[in-house]
């Protein structure tokens, strides 16, 4: 697949390539388009979470107790990923 790139989307690719970062030019547009799924499911991700809060039901005002509740879990994740 042909795929033609602008003047500066050109440069960009390879200043990747000539600095190293990446062996060609298909490395970095492969790269590229990993990060663009990623993002496309990130969005998806981020969509269905609002979808599920509207879903839920009429809000109510966030207490001491659930920000405590909600430190505590970042806490506790954070302390999982550092232990990997």
Known sequence: MNV??????????????????YPDAAAVVADALQLLKERDRAEDRLEALLR????????TEMTEEDWEDIHREVRQRHARMKAK
């Open 4 to 21: 033609p790139l602008s003047p500066d989307m050109e440069k960009l690719v390879s200043e990747k390539v000539k600095r190293g970062e």
């Open 52 to 59: 599920e809060g509207i879903e839920s039901g009429d809000s």
